[in-house]
């Protein structure tokens, strides 16, 4: 990790916090956005090195990749947005599945850009998301657009609870939005290790899903949950 403090300094700057075990990738994103005038970037190559910048002061962005040597982005994207909410987080990986998609998005990201698309000028990018705006890769564009076709705007809100799921798998369903592990749901709603993948199998086949992502999803398109 760089020896420069996270914050705002100097006077002005957009601080950065970039995540990227690839050193050549880290590098070259570093000095990208290094030479513009008003970031000040500190890279970490780990989610230990991320978590202790983190611990020094809030960075104004937060760009990630996914998988890291100690652990997944998504771990440290959903500790960001709790700790500082006002904090804008992009995704940089190569993961461009739908469970990493949607996943990402549930716990806080409000941008992702595939490696293999990135934009020529990453800080104007960077620019934009502190704008508001929302960078996200053209695939993953579609591959949103896709997901939310055939409801209109003008469409009425679905009703609630279609896939007639019990308290208790709305309550687990919550769990797994929060990215709890199977043990913290068990010991949280007081159930046995053992019986939460049993109620988790029952879950995805009454909302007719296969990952977690997509069982988040489509919960927060019927209502059931929110986040």
Known sequence: MT???VGRSPAGAITVLLVEDDAPTRWRLHDALA?????EVVTAATLAEAR????AAAPQVLLSDLQLPDGHGSELIRETRQRYPKTEIM???????EESVISAIMVGATGYLLKDAFPTDIAATVRDLV????????????FIVRRTQGQPASAPAPALNTARLTPREIDI???IAKGFSYADIAEHLGLSRQ?????IKNIYRKLEVNTRGEAV???LQQGLIRL
């Open 91 to 97: 995704v940089i990986s190569i993961l461009g599945d």
């Open 195 to 199: 019986t939460v993948p049993g109620h």
């Open 52 to 55: 202790a910048a983190l611990v």
């Open 173 to 175: 369903l919550w769990g």
């Open 35 to 39: 030479a513009a005038p008003e970031f």
């Open 217 to 219: 999803f489509e919960a």
């Open 131 to 142: 704008a508001g705006h929302s960078p996200i890769s053209a695939s993953i564009a579609r």
């Open 3 to 5: 020896s420069q403090a």
